[in-house]
């Protein structure tokens, strides 16, 4: 079974609340997993990741967390073979940012999909009450990971 890294963005604590539920779930299904906060994960470190959830959230116009510009601005210009990586991404936004709506999750899911990588379940796009679609896309990502 791969393990799994769980890699947040967040600027308010939304993703990393969602994350510390990501590893306690993991870990209720006997899965290895590691939680790392965005500014201590490098995009070079992708080719060597076998699952990776990654959950961050959208600020202002489409611009990541403070914190996650290193990982955006290199995953932008990455070119990686990541066919052996499983993955899925939570994206968190604001739909009264119309355009912008989860924009930095969208950007790393089309940046792992272009490199090659597989998403285990499609992206979930949650708004600011994201409790419910978390919960529902959690359990077929770890359905799916097992």
Known sequence: MAQLTIVYATETGNSEELARKALVTAKENGLEATLTAVEDYSAEQLPAT????????????????SSAWEFHDALKDADFDLSALKYGVVALGDTGYGEFFCAFGKFVDEQLARMGASALVPRVDCDYDFDADYAAWSERFFAALK
């Open 50 to 65: 076998q699952a990776l959830l990654f959950i961050g959230s959208t600020q202002g116009e489409g611009e990541p967390p």
